[in-house]
């Protein structure tokens, strides 16, 4: 029998509390980790994966986790330069893959990075040091692997047009969700633990380019007063003060929840019993929550901007994300119209088939293919 091509797998980017990166890292690596077709292997300090995969799973320092603020990062960066570099060597690895945007500056084996936005240089406010490493390092990082993914076909054009790359060099490999978990789940066992009724729903973070302070200023507007605004999310200690002075004004105030961060496992059914999701982002290189809404038939309002119409499709309601009426219109309808609801609930559940984990690791392997210059056998 051949000798399988080893690659080796960054799976260090895993929080203790799952964020958007961490979910589809958790999700794209173990649907990789389950392939007959190569020899893989995980850096990571994750128990998830050292429970899991403790054969294929390769323990590094916790003190490398995002979790650990700036300081954290920074170890991270030179560990690719030191460590990580020295043991790919010595395990004589074929190929090196990151499902996010950090790597080897000089590699020493073929390097595949991911890109899944460029919001540091588009919001920089939001992550003022992270500017530094997206306008200096992150180009030449790119320039120096052998393929770069991009989760869209959006940040595929914004990667090509700000740092110069041959766009033959990017592979648009969509994220996908996870259909054990998000699907369909109308259980009031939920409404009770959170004390809901009618409800619209927002699931994501506070940061500005999110655009949650325009929704909350059109949930203000509305003229239907039985339907509250259901915000999860970390009440971080950046944002959330000032998304709470501005509510603390409005009339609407006692039907704004914040329910701060959520258990992953109690999004589906939030989502599956919402009037809506409201996510009307001003930048997403993807937007994970817009799917997994899709897939737990929850119908969106949602923006017209940057990647989201490849996910969203026709199956979503468009609102203008720069003007409040807009949005205030796109709840009004919503709220109104129990016909229009139940037609982007159908719509989403058959749109959000198109995406998979799955589906998107099968992807990864025709790119981990082409790098070794492997036969196209699937």
């Known amino acids: ?68 603020g700036f300081a954290g990062h920074i170890k991270r960066i030179w560990w690719y330069q030191s460590q990580l570099k020295q043991q790919l060597q010595s395990q004589q690895v074929d190929l090196y893959f990151s499902p996010v945007y950090e790597g080897m500056f000089f590699p020493n084996v073929p390097q595949i990075v991911t ?20 306008q200096y390092a992150l180009p030449f990082l790119l320039k120096q692997s052998q393929r770069v993914i991009c989760v869209s076909e959006y940040t595929k054009q914004d990667v090509v047009k700000t740092y110069g790359l041959n766009p033959e060099q990017i592979d648009v490999v969509y994220n996908g969700c996870d259909r054990n978990l998000f699907y369909p789940q109308p259980n009031s066992k939920i409404l009770h633990k959170y004390n809901l009724d009618r409800y619209l729903l927002y699931v994501g973070d506070m940061r500005f380019y999110k655009n949650l302070g325009r929704c909350i200023e059109a949930f203000d ?10 915000i999860t999310g970390k009440k971080d200690d950046f944002f959330y003060p000032q998304i709470a002075t501005q509510v603390h004004k409005l009339s609407a105030k006692k039907r704004i929840i914040f ?61 203008d994300p720069n003007d409040a009426d807009s949005i205030a219109n796109g709840m009004t309808q919503i709220l109104a119209n129990s016909k229009l609801r139940e037609s982007l609930r ?21 790119v981990f293919m082409k790098c070794l210059n492997m036969e196209q056998g699937f």
């Not at 794209?28 to 389950?34: A, G, R, T, W």
């Not at 890109?115 to 997206?134: A, C, G, N, T």
């Not at 507007?221 to 259901?230: A, E, P």
């Not at 198109?354 to 025709?366: G, N, P």
């Open 115 to 134: 890109v899944h936005d460029l919001i540091p240089l588009r919001y920089p406010e939001v992550s003022p040091k992270w500017k530094y490493y997206y």
């Open 259 to 319: 329910l701060d961060y959520v258990p992953i496992e109690d999004l589906p059914g939030l989502y599956s019993l919402a009037q809506a999701l409201v996510f009307a982002s001003l930048y997403e290189g993807f937007g994970l929550p817009l799917l997994e809404a899709m897939a737990c038939g929850c119908p969106v309002i949602t923006s017209k901007v940057t990647s989201i119409p490849e996910v969203g499709g026709d199956s979503v309601l468009y609102v």
């Open 1 to 68: 029998m051949p000798k399988l091509p080893k690659i080796a797998i960054n799976g260090i980017y895993i929080q203790e509390q799952a964020s958007g990166l961490g979910v589809m890292n958790q999700n794209l690596i173990s649907e990789l980790l389950e392939s007959k077709r190569f020899n893989l292997q995980l850096y990571s300090h994750a128990d998830y994966f050292k429970s899991h995969y403790p054969d294929q799973t390769i323990e590094v320092d916790a003190a490398l986790s995002p979790d650990r």
């Open 346 to 366: 159908d719509r989403s559940l058959a749109r959000a088939k198109l995406f998979s984990w799955d589906k998107s690791a099968r992807k990864m392997e025709k």
């Open 221 to 230: 507007r509305l003229t239907d007063k039985n339907c509250k605004f259901v």
